[in-house]
């Protein structure tokens, strides 16, 4: 067995000795006998090119192609092993769990007229980032000292769901429930990852309860969108199974009509809570926010973050929270200052931060926001638009500001 760590980085060269560059990735067709049918090469010139992998002969210390060979283009369904499938999150089908592929296997098939690779599977364990790093074996002999064991943690291709591979298509082959084992809360941090689409075709596939766990779970764009693209009987179906705050939520996000349409078709029960709830409040949440917050960057180191709150926030108030955005200004994840001081002087913020916030918006009636702060006892809730740029934060004590005026009236 060859895995991908083991031939990235090999050197190529046709039948009559001349180097042609280095092997930068492999390309394989996504389907149940997924076959190796491109090498992606980094020439001496620093391109890459795209070759055939019919024109391979044979891999061992060296890569040796054919002389005359052609150069390919990717085709239907065709993915990059490094580039859509090592170190991305997959679905552990069989062991209902998020797993990370730290690396890839592949076995070789070797007949008289035809030499191919197949990708077998995934290692997910410790043993595929120690091989990655190039110290597997000294790690193991190391081990073996103290008579340790380390085994691969290995997942065979039919036991995974790829879910974002290839250009927004997702190919699901699943007959039965074991989906429904994964934590709902799980699931949808995990589909935030992927786009709207897919979203879309893998939620088809869990029942109505399900499903509506997991929508439940999703970013409120996440939840606007897949409201607005279903038809109005399936979106009033999901309104009805979700807590009603996290329903207006949705509904005020979408438009008018399409929130009159959803709203009839629910049960007279649910629709008489969630139109008190949308004319509940008619306090704008822009009053109460507060631009005292700080952002950071994904890349940012703990250190760097300590210096920046060190000095942009010597006049706050308050900070319970430090916001991560993109380099679009889009929020991506928040963490408190007891994860910060947790974490090494160069462990960059994106590998300890959370990235599925509860947030709201500028449209939220401040009795959801109460209630959602309350709900999950949050010192602060951001403020972020139809784009996930953040506007401000409401914090606890604004509601508490707000609900004491109310008590006092």
Same mark, same amino acid.
């Given at each position: 067995?060859?895995?991908?760590?083991?031939?990235?980085?090999?050197?190529?060269?046709?039948?009559?000795?001349?180097?042609?560059?280095?092997?930068?990735? !492999?390309?394989?067709?996504?389907?149940?006998?997924?076959?190796?049918?491109?090498?992606?090469?980094?020439?001496?010139?620093?391109?890459?090119?795209?070759?055939?992998?019919?024109?391979?002969?044979?891999?061992?210390?060296?890569?040796?192609?054919?002389?005359?060979?052609?150069?390919?283009?990717?085709?239907?369904?065709?993915?990059?092993?490094?580039?859509?499938?090592?170190?991305?999150?997959?679905? *552990?089908? @069989?062991?209902? /769990?998020?797993?990370?592929?730290?690396?890839?296997? !592949?076995?070789?098939?070797?007949?008289?007229? =035809?030499?191919?690779? $197949?990708?077998?599977?995934? *290692?997910?364990?410790?043993?595929?980032?120690?091989?990655?790093?190039?110290?597997?074996?000294?790690?193991?002999?190391? =081990?073996?000292?103290?008579? $340790?064991?380390?085994?691969?943690?290995?997942?065979? %291709?039919?036991? !995974?769901?790829?879910?974002?591979?290839?250009?927004?298509?997702?190919?699901?082959?699943?007959?039965?429930?074991?989906?429904?084992?994964?934590?709902?809360?799980?699931?949808?941090?995990?589909?935030?990852?992927?786009?709207? /689409?897919?979203?879309?075709?893998?939620?088809?596939? =869990?029942?109505?309860?399900?499903?509506?766990?997991?929508?439940?779970?999703?970013?409120?764009?996440?939840?606007? *969108?897949? !409201?607005?693209? %279903?038809?109005?009987?399936?979106?009033?179906?999901?309104?009805?199974?979700?807590?009603?705050?996290?329903?207006?939520?949705?509904?005020?996000?979408?438009?008018?009509?399409?929130?009159?349409?959803?709203?009839?078709?629910?049960?007279? /029960?649910? /629709?008489?809570?969630?139109?008190?709830?949308?004319?509940?409040?008619?306090?704008?949440? @822009?009053?109460?926010?507060?631009?005292?917050?700080?952002?950071?960057?994904?890349?940012?180191?703990?250190?760097?973050?300590?210096?920046?709150?060190?000095?942009?926030?010597?006049?706050?108030?308050?900070?319970?929270?430090?916001?991560?955005?993109?380099?679009?200004?889009?929020?991506?994840?928040?963490?408190?200052?007891?994860?910060?001081? =947790?974490?090494? %002087?160069?462990?960059?913020?994106?590998?300890?931060?959370?990235?599925?916030?509860?947030?709201?918006?500028?449209?939220?009636?401040?009795?959801?926001?109460?209630?959602?702060?309350?709900?999950?006892?949050?010192?602060?809730?951001?403020?972020?638009?139809?784009?996930?740029?953040?506007?401000?934060?409401?914090?606890?004590?604004?509601?508490?500001?707000?609900?004491?005026?109310?008590?006092?009236?």
């Amino acid at each position: 067995m060859l895995y991908f760590s083991e031939l990235e980085g090999k050197r190529i060269y046709t039948e009559d000795r001349i180097e042609v560059g280095a092997l930068e990735d !492999i390309i394989f067709v996504a389907s149940a006998n997924p076959v190796v049918s491109k090498l992606v090469i980094r020439t001496l010139k620093k391109t890459k090119l795209i070759l055939p992998f019919s024109y391979v002969l044979h891999i061992g210390i060296t890569i040796v192609i054919k002389k005359a060979y052609l150069i390919g283009e990717l085709t239907e369904n065709e993915l990059f092993i490094k580039k859509n499938l090592l170190d991305k999150q997959i679905i *552990d089908i @069989g062991g209902n /769990k998020i797993v990370r592929v730290n690396d890839v296997s !592949i076995q070789e098939k070797v007949t008289t007229n =035809l030499y191919e690779l $197949y990708i077998t599977g995934v *290692d997910v364990g410790l043993l595929g980032v120690l091989r990655r790093l190039g110290i597997e074996s000294l790690v193991l002999r190391f =081990l073996r000292i103290f008579n $340790y064991n380390l085994t691969s943690d290995f997942l065979p %291709w039919g036991d !995974i769901q790829p879910l974002e591979l290839s250009r927004g298509k997702v190919k699901l082959k699943i007959t039965d429930n074991k989906l429904q084992n994964i934590r709902p809360e799980d699931l949808a941090d995990y589909l935030e990852q992927t786009n709207e /689409k897919n979203v879309r075709k893998f939620l088809n596939i =869990l029942d109505k309860n399900f499903s509506s766990e997991v929508v439940e779970n999703l970013n409120i764009n996440y939840q606007r *969108d897949l !409201i607005q693209y %279903w038809e109005p009987k399936k979106s009033a179906s999901v309104i009805e199974s979700i807590q009603p705050d996290e329903a207006v939520d949705i509904l005020l996000a979408i438009s008018k009509k399409k929130r009159d349409e959803i709203l009839s078709l629910v049960n007279e /029960k649910t /629709k008489k809570e969630l139109m008190h709830l949308i004319g509940l409040s008619r306090t704008s949440i @822009g009053r109460f926010i507060t631009s005292e917050y700080l952002t950071v960057s994904p890349i940012d180191t703990t250190r760097k973050v300590i210096d920046q709150i060190k000095k942009e926030t010597r006049e706050f108030s308050f900070i319970a929270a430090i916001y991560v955005v993109n380099t679009d200004k889009q929020l991506v994840g928040v963490f408190n200052l007891h994860d910060l001081l =947790l974490n090494e %002087w160069d462990t960059p913020v994106y590998k300890f931060m959370v990235q599925n916030l509860i947030e709201i918006r500028i449209t939220t009636p401040i009795e959801i926001a109460i209630r959602k702060i309350l709900r999950y006892r949050l010192p602060a809730l951001p403020v972020v638009d139809k784009d996930k740029h953040i506007l401000g934060i409401l914090t606890f004590d604004h509601i508490t500001e707000y609900m004491t005026k109310r008590l006092d009236n």
